[in-house]
Nanobody, 123 residues
Framework: QVQLVESGGGLAQAGDSLRLSCAASGRTFSRYVMAWFRQAPGDEREFVGYISRSGATTYYADSVKGRFTISRDNAKNTVFLQINSLKPEDTAVYYC????????????????WGQGTQVTVSS
């Protein structure tokens, strides 16, 4: 099990950039595939992207491809989500999640979750 704490959310204007962080503690961070999900009010939690254990491979949902970038620093037990060209539809609570299994967009395969960080984008 790994404990996850997100930070970096807040209020932004359309076109701005934000970088979210997710700090992990517990078991060896590099053993986990890390992912980001988001949940807007009234919507289901949706996959944003994941990054492999080494950081060499990333995969994104089509809706965010080109604007979102996931990276990780295994020495600091942290994964990041860089969001550029923010849009009002990016408004959501953003969650990081970890899995010791295969890299997948399927949220059911992620067993460890952070508490989320709110991102609100005004037009």
């Amino acid at each position: 099990q790994v404990q996850l704490v997100e930070s970096g959310g807040g209020l932004a204007q359309a076109g701005d950039s934000l970088r979210l962080s997710c700090a992990a503690s517990g078991r060896t961070f590099s053993r986990y595939v890390m992912a980001w999900f988001r949940q807007a009010p009234g919507d289901e939690r949706e996959f944003v992207g994941y990054i492999s254990r080494s950081g060499a491979t990333t995969y994104y949902a089509d809706s965010v491809k080109g604007r979102f970038t996931i990276s990780r620093d295994n020495a600091k037990n942290t994964v990041f989500l860089q969001i550029n060209s923010l849009k009002p539809e990016d408004t959501a609570v953003y969650y990081c999640a970890a899995t010791g299994g295969i890299a997948t967009p399927n949220r059911a395969q992620y067993y460890d979750w952070g508490q989320g960080t709110q991102v609100t984008v005004s037009s």
